[in-house]
């Protein structure tokens, strides 16, 4: 299977070794190597994205726009078939083809304001690089993805076909679900009235998505699969959900989950500074509330799993879904309570830049 792979991109079998690589949960991937030269190759998940060539077609458009408009940037496209292609299949499964970028390394967990700093600077200048291009060029390649609205009325559903146990079980947390219903009005709003402006947003800002060089700066964004028209606060939110706390959504000792003020300074730094002079007033207004859109989500998405009877998220133990949940839950909780802090910092930060002017 292998061989047939590499030979479609041109590669000689007999001259690579092929290794499994990285930390990746949706695409399997590996580091081809030989010949003086490194590659990544993934297999696309069609459970999860059902249109491969929707992936391959956006990554060639902005490929294109950025070799003409910003031909310095960094940016880890895919390499096309002897046939032309960008893609190569085998069965049922699609693979792709990268180049390994050279001295550089991804990591899993923060370990400093500056990683915190640097990934988000790395987001903010990719969506800034494009953001003279039309977003809806692109394709959608996760319908609805980050749509709340949705979301909601997906939760609403499982809790009306929920059985007796688990809407017991689950009977605090659907009351914190239900209390905080204004984080999706206000998400709803600004949708429907149009308040924001759809922008190319990654979607998948976790730090794994950003390749380091030697000295922990950033080089640029990896995982292109979820690039799609798609509006700032995905971004910024899904920051905010991933590194503010050192306790990850897995974590069951829910006296872990922290928010890092420090991080949350790193992560406001390194995004207005790639993309202060382009967001508008009423996006840089709703900075602080992208971490609450995220979270909120990611709760409701746990939440209605667990209702569901555990469909959708691969669980490990009985009641997972539900952990999860009171994880993201209880990260809100310490988000409303920085909330005031954060403010403050925002405002010290602009009032520091102004006098510097």
């Not at 977003?135 to 709340?148: A, C, I, R």
């Not at 691969?314 to 539900?322: A, V």
């Not at 990260?331 to 006098?355: C, G, M, P, T, V």
Request: proline residues 3%; hydrophobic residues 40%.
């Amino acid at each position: 299977m292998m061989d047939n792979i590499l030979n479609a991109f041109g590669l000689t079998p007999a001259n690579y070794n092929t290794t499994p690589f990285g930390s990746g949960l949706i695409n399997y991937t590996w580091k081809v190597s030989g010949n003086g030269h490194q590659y990544i190759l993934q297999r696309i998940n069609k459970n999860v994205f059902k249109t491969p060539q929707d992936i391959a077609n956006n990554l060639v458009s902005l490929e294109n726009y950025l070799r003409q408009t910003a031909p310095e940037y960094l940016f880890a496209a895919p390499l096309p078939t002897v046939s032309g292609t960008y893609l190569t299949e085998d069965g049922s499964n699609y693979y792709r083809l990268s180049p390994f970028i050279k001295n550089s390394h991804t990591v899993d967990f923060i370990e400093e304001d500056k990683q915190a700093y640097e990934a988000a600077r790395q987001f903010g200048k990719f969506t800034r690089l494009l953001k003279d291009f039309d977003p809806e060029k692109l394709k959608y390649t996760l319908t609805d993805f980050h749509n709340l609205t949705l979301r909601v009325e997906q939760f609403k559903t499982a809790l009306a076909n929920a059985g007796e146990e688990r809407l017991k079980s689950a009977a605090a947390e659907i009351l914190q679900i239900e209390a905080n219903i204004d984080i999706a009005g206000v998400y709803k709003q600004l949708v429907d009235g149009k308040k924001i402006p759809k922008r190319v947003i990654h979607h998948d800002t976790k730090i794994n998505n950003i390749l380091f060089d030697d000295n922990n700066c950033g080089l640029c964004v990896i995982d292109l699969d979820t690039v799609m028209p798609g509006y700032f606060i995905s971004d910024v939110g899904d920051m905010m959900r991933t590194y503010l706390s050192p306790a990850n959504e897995e974590e069951r000792d829910l006296s872990k989950v922290k928010i890092n003020d420090d991080y949350f300074i790193a992560v406001y730094k390194g995004y207005m500074a790639e993309m202060g002079g382009t967001l508008t007033a009423a996006e840089k207004d709703l900075f602080i509330y992208s971490g609450k859109f995220m979270i909120y989500m990611q709760a409701i998405r746990f939440l209605a799993d667990f209702l569901n009877g555990d469909i959708y998220y691969h669980t490990q133990y009985e009641g997972h879904n539900l952990v999860r949940t009171q994880n993201q839950l209880t990260l809100l909780k310490r988000y409303f309570e920085a909330e005031d802090r954060f403010h403050n910092n925002i405002k010290q930060i602009e009032n520091a830049a102004f006098s510097a002017i």
